[in-house]
């Protein structure tokens, strides 16, 4: 057994590790080698905000390793070095900052910049003091204050708690109502399909759906790929009544008219917008007809996030997310289950995003 400072690895799970690592960045991936590519260019500073497991310290040692980004790693100074000497880990030119022990002057211009945020929303100066002691906080603060060009948090099972900070302090993108999340499934063909709000909001409005619409057709032209959105639902254009088909239709006729040069449709079953045959013989009318869909936007978080897990699990398809669409500066929360890999694409997303 191997100690790795988050769990006792059996020799079989390292050769695991071992076998992610050696997929690295993923270059066989169509969608992404460009995005890596890309990143290389011009590598931008990325906060971690909970980087004390194996997991974040690997990663950020490819990432150093890649030229894909300068890490700047916030936790438990201790625990990182052990966790780093157990598992050979060596990261040049790489910071650490353990919050609690950051000068006075530094914990305090801090805590008066989240007061100066948050003072009209119910936070006293004490208050913004222990809060400005999280390191969620802090690392949102980084980028607000510019000493970071992006915030990746987690690995997490509270994804809630651990986006408040980045909404409460960096804030979402001039003319953006709401932030939501995508993930990117590719099947064993390499054929990718672009799913959300995956992991943000729960019940949204068909005017909420509109924004979503909007983040993510550009989110999908950032891949390079030209979206065909499918509003989904348990109906085939008009095929059932009730409130959710009628929430996704008037989505559809809204957004057809706010982005007149979206190939968008719905609403529609997943698998009729999926299947360009079944399409041209049935709806030949839609606008999905010609190819079928590539992005699917789902009625509500329960289905979005059940429906990418998933395939995840069983259909033996690679995802990359959550992608978190709409912040003023690139934050991605990450989930518990993300690889190596996927944290090491993660982070090349946000710093091309960094980029622009
Ligand atoms: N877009 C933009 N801003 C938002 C959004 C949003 N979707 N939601 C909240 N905010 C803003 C609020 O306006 C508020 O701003 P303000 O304080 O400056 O006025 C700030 O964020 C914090 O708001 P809260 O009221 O504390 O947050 P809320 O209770 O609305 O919760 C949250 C926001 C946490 C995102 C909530 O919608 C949520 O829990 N979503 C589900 C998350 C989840 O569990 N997903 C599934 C698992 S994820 C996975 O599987 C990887």
């Known amino acids: 057994a191997i100690e790795t400072g988050v769990a006792r690895l059996s020799v079989a799970d390292w050769e695991v590790y071992h076998q992610q690592l050696e997929k690295r960045v993923g270059i066989n991936q169509k969608l992404m080698s460009p995005i890596i590519a890309q990143a290389r260019r011009q590598p931008k500073r990325v906060v971690f905000a909970e980087a004390d497991t194996y997991k974040i310290l690997k990663a950020a040692q490819i990432l150093v390793d890649e030229h894909i980004a300068f890490p700047i790693l916030l936790g438990d100074k201790k625990k990182i070095r052990q966790i780093m000497e157990d598992n050979y880990i060596e990261i040049d030119r790489c910071e650490i900052i353990d919050v609690t022990e950051q000068p006075e002057e530094k914990l305090e211009a801090y805590a008066q910049m989240l007061y100066q945020k948050r003072q009209r929303k119910g936070v006293t100066l004490y208050d913004a003091r222990k809060m400005i002691l999280d390191r969620n906080y802090y690392g949102a603060m980084m980028v607000h204050a510019d000493e970071a060009d992006a915030l990746i948090s987690g690995l997490t099972k509270e994804y809630a708690r651990i986006i408040r900070p980045a ?34 909001n729960a019940n949204p409005t068909a005017d909420e759906l509109v924004d979503i619409i909007g983040l993510t057709a550009r989110k999908v032209r950032f891949f390079g790929i030209e979206p065909r959105m499918a509003v989904l ?80 699990e069983i259909g033996g398809n690679e995802a990359i997310g959550p992608i978190l669409m709409g912040m003023k500066k690139p934050v991605h929360v990450l989930q518990l289950g993300s690889s190596i890999r996927e944290i090491v694409n993660m982070v090349a997303i946000a710093v091309v995003e960094a980029q622009h």
Do not use: C, H, W
Request: overall charge negative; cysteine-free.
């Open 167 to 200: 909404l409460q302090v960096i804030g979402v993108e001039p003319g953006v109502n709401r932030v939501a999340g995508m993930y990117i499934i590719t099947n064993a063909k390499g054929e990718s399909y672009f799913f959300a709000d995956t992991t943000v």
């Open 233 to 312: 639902s348990y109906s085939n254009f008009g095929s059932v009544a009730g409130e959710q088909p009628e929430k996704a239709l008037l989505a559809v006729q809204k957004a057809k008219q706010k982005y007149p040069n979206l190939i968008i449709d719905g609403e529609i079953q997943a698998n009729v917008a999926l299947d360009t045959q079944l399409l041209q013989e049935n709806y030949p009318f839609s606008d999905l007809a010609e190819s079928g869909a590539n992005t699917l936007i789902f009625p509500e978080l329960t289905s979005g996030n059940i429906s990418y897990k998933l395939l995840q």
